[in-house]
Every structure is written in C-alpha cells, then in structure tokens.
C-alpha cells in the first residue's frame, strides 16, 4: 500500500510510488506550473538579503 500525498499545485491526491512518475505533482502540466513559480521568483527561500546582494564581498565574514 503507497502513501497518498497533494499535489503541491492545484490539490489534488498523488499516490507515492513508481506509477506516479510526477510526484509529488499529479501531472507534467502541475510540475511545469511550479517551475515556472521558481523561475519567475514567484517561489523563494528566504535568505539574508544583506548576504545576497552583489556586493556581499565587500562585507567582513559572519562570526557563526
């Protein structure tokens, strides 16, 4: 038996397993949806915007 999981685009159920070569996206059209949400910055990580910008170089290294 194979877990069910939603498809992280439109909601709709995916069983986990090889018969569902998308996952964890039902189809190539909800994939598609979600890496166009990457590409157009729709989707981010956050992140320290001072250490992102170009001239994060010019800053002194973080003390961890």
Known sequence: MSATVECPTC???VEWGPQSPNRP???ERCKLIDLGAW??????IPGD???DSPFSGDLPPREH
């Open 11 to 13: 909601g709709a159920p």
């Open 25 to 27: 996206f039902c189809s």
């Open 39 to 44: 590409a157009s910055e729709a989707h981010a």
């Open 49 to 51: 915007t001072l250490e």
